[in-house]
């Protein structure tokens, strides 16, 4: 069983859609009690950082998600789902994420050299692994069995993850510079993209989540 989480600002039916698909059960809930006693979570998002962290708040959230992470259970953050695991970001300053990774979450700049960016950045992408991160082989990552690197995934977003970790840093993606498409950390795994937007791959990685 995966628990999706409710706080009011994601693409809940998709993502629950994606998972009946590749032959798993899900429930969507907003009860801390559900998610604190959940196997495997995940954290869909789409809308403001600042917004989603009084959301998540407000619905007694917060602690629950924290300590399936520092229990070490799988957890997929998507989209501001990833963004959400940093300590701040550029969207609302002075609003405190969840802190378990650490680093912000900064905004696209409108130009990169003489280039100008459409922010914010929509569409299929190239993803490639982090030449300087410490893991050498996507084989290594269970979510991403049978993706190789250079797949294609889609974006919806106007900012994105720094950590202070690079070797957190598994996948990146390049929009006028290069940006987090992925982040890894033992059973934590969180795309910038939308698996469940990104047809047969999207639809491989959230399999693998199911399976491990």
């Not at 602690?63 to 998507?78: K, M, S, V």
Request: hydrophobic share 40%.
């Amino acid at each position: 069983m995966i628990t999706v989480i409710d706080y009011g600002m994601g693409n809940l039916r998709s993502v629950a859609k994606a998972l009946e698909h590749v032959g798993a059960s899900a429930r969507v809930t907003s009860d801390p009690r559900e998610v604190a006693k959940a196997e495997k979570l995940i954290l869909p998002g789409v809308g403001a950082f600042g917004a989603a962290m009084q959301e998540l708040a407000h619905r007694r959230l917060v602690e629950p998600i924290r300590a399936a992470l520092r229990q070490g259970r799988p957890y997929l953050g998507i989209c501001l789902g990833l963004q959400l695991l940093f300590q701040d970001s550029e969207e609302d300053p002075g609003v405190k994420g969840l802190g378990v990774l650490q680093g912000t979450v900064r905004r696209f700049p409108g130009t990169a050299g003489s280039m100008t960016l459409k922010v914010p950045h929509m569409g299929w992408n190239q993803v490639s692994q982090n030449a300087k991160g410490k893991r050498q082989h996507l084989e290594g990552c269970p979510v991403l069995g049978d993706i190789p690197d250079g797949s294609y995934f889609y974006f919806v977003h106007s900012y994105y993850a720094d950590p202070a970790d690079r070797s957190l840093v598994l996948l990146e993606a390049d929009y006028g510079i290069r940006f987090t498409a992925m982040v890894w950390k033992d059973r934590l795994f969180a795309t910038q993209f939308h698996p469940e937007k990104s047809q047969a791959l999207g639809l491989r990685l959230l399999k693998n989540f199911v399976e491990l």
